[in-house]
């Protein structure tokens, strides 16, 4: 079980039967679409959110819920890539993101706790140095330290002093309660502006897919555009209380925080499908400097890496202009969802949004990372033997650590039997 599932009972929803009609179907009960289904109820939008399970069962529960515009080091990436205008909006678009959370904290008790977050490194000094100078520049209270609380030795840190935490979970559970929703109500394929279930249909005007990641196979090109990658997490008992958040931006850096008498460390992030030692990095770490720490929880967590490390937020794709999609969200879930809501509900609505063109999935294709994804699905689906993924066919690996049956193209997952854990695919595979 994972930590915020524990002692946790969210409220149920019945199974759609048969057909529906509404304005606006939101498809997936995460964090990302319980938060367009209440913007949208708030503005007095008729609409329907489906879920293929129950809410909160899929990503939002491996979340670490931290609450932040600080992800990792990108607005040095992104200033040299697309400039400061963009940077700046970016910036803007996920502390609109983290007031909302803060007015919603007014309202309902998700455990909401301000605390500063911190990006740090054990080796790079400088590059945080540029980061921190970066951030001030678009208008960022951040700042450059070598003290940051942590309990070993590092080599700088940024500090982000206006971010968050909470319990994911029990947010949803305060949304979720007025909204309308249809768990158990798996949708398999979406034709124009109608969502077809496994027994009827939904007809909408306008549909958002915040289902994580997108499942419609080639329309818009995400199989090429996003990746997914596993995050390995422990929570402890008997380990020290840490003053902040904190992530090491390193290929595997550990990433930190506590939640009431537990500390929760995480990393060893590595492709969907491909390695192996996840759990093993993250334990040997936590014996290093936590030796008389005790496990509690373990989980993993999966997320998707867009080209850019900016979210896809806006239009599936051209040939389908009244879908939209929220995804990409490269392990920055919290902002982003609340960013993709606020988004989303504009559009749906035919309203502008200033934002929305940073975030728009319609942008450049050409960066690095689309041909290690070309490169990863030609040699999986050319894989001549071995269980096959129902999405596009490619290859599936299995996971000894978690028993299950993972494909390292597009990163869907089954269990032993082959009954699907994460998407894209949208049907069981033969395993």
């Known amino acids: 079980m994972r930590l915020w599932e524990e002692k946790m009972?969210?409220?149920?929803?019945?199974?759609?039967?048969g057909d529906a009609e509404t304005d606006v179907l939101v498809i997936g009960g995460g964090i990302t679409g319980v938060l367009c289904a209440h913007m949208l109820h708030e503005q007095g939008v008729e609409y329907l959110l489906a879920e293929g399970r129950q809410i909160g069962s899929g990503t939002t529960a491996g979340t670490t819920a931290v609450i932040t515009a600080q992800h990792s080091?990108?607005?040095?990436?992104?200033?040299?890539?697309?400039?400061?205008?963009?940077?700046?909006?970016?910036?803007?678009?996920?502390m609109n993101a983290f007031h909302a959370y803060q007015a919603l904290s007014g309202r309902h008790d998700f455990e909401y706790e301000e605390k500063p977050s911190y990006?740090?490194?054990?080796?790079?000094?400088?590059?945080?140095?540029?980061?921190?100078a970066i951030l001030k520049e678009l208008g960022a209270e951040a700042e450059y330290t070598e003290e940051c609380g942590l309990p070993f030795e590092i080599a700088g840190a940024v500090r982000f002093p206006k971010a968050a935490q909470m319990h994911p979970l029990k947010l949803l559970g305060a949304l979720s309660k007025r909204l309308h929703i249809k768990e158990n109500t798996h949708i398999v394929d979406v034709k124009g502006t109608t969502a077809y279930t496994a027994h009827g249909k939904i007809t909408a005007k306008k549909i958002i897919i915040a289902a994580h990641y997108p499942f419609l196979k080639l329309k818009g090109l995400y199989p090429l555009k996003l990746y997914q990658k596993r995050s390995f997490v422990v929570a402890l008992a008997h380990a020290p209380a840490l003053p902040g958040t904190y992530a090491d931006p390193g290929q595997r850096g550990i990433y930190l925080r506590n939640y009431k008498d537990l500390l929760i460390v995480g990393g060893g992030d590595a492709r969907t499908g491909t390695a192996q030692d996840g759990f093993s990095f993250v334990r040997e770490f936590?014996?290093?400097?936590?030796?008389d720490a005790r496990e509690k929880y373990a989980w993993a967590a999966q997320d998707c890496i867009s080209l850019d490390e900016i979210p896809y937020i806006g239009t599936y794709s051209r040939a389908l202009p009244h879908v939209y999609v929220a995804t990409g969200f490269n392990e920055w879930g919290m902002t982003s969802a609340m960013a993709a809501a606020s988004i989303l509900t504009d559009l749906a609505m035919g309203r502008e949004n200033e934002y929305a063109e940073i975030f728009s999935p319609g942008r450049p294709m050409l960066r690095p990372q689309l041909a290690l994804n070309a490169a990863e699905t030609i040699k999986n689906f050319f894989t001549p033997k071995g269980k096959r993924c129902s999405h596009l066919g490619c290859a599936l690996k299995h996971n000894e650590d978690e028993n299950t049956w993972d494909c390292p193209c597009h990163g869907s997952r089954f269990d032993e039997h082959g009954r699907i854990l994460d998407n894209p695919a949208v049907k069981n595979a033969r395993v």
């Open 9 to 17: 009972e969210l409220p149920h929803f019945p199974r759609l039967q």
């Open 119 to 132: 990006l740090y490194s054990l080796t790079e000094k400088q590059d945080l140095q540029v980061e921190a």
């Open 73 to 94: 080091d990108v607005y040095t990436k992104m200033v040299k890539r697309f400039g400061k205008e963009v940077a700046r909006g970016y910036l803007a678009a996920n």
């Open 286 to 291: 936590v014996k290093g400097v936590f030796p």
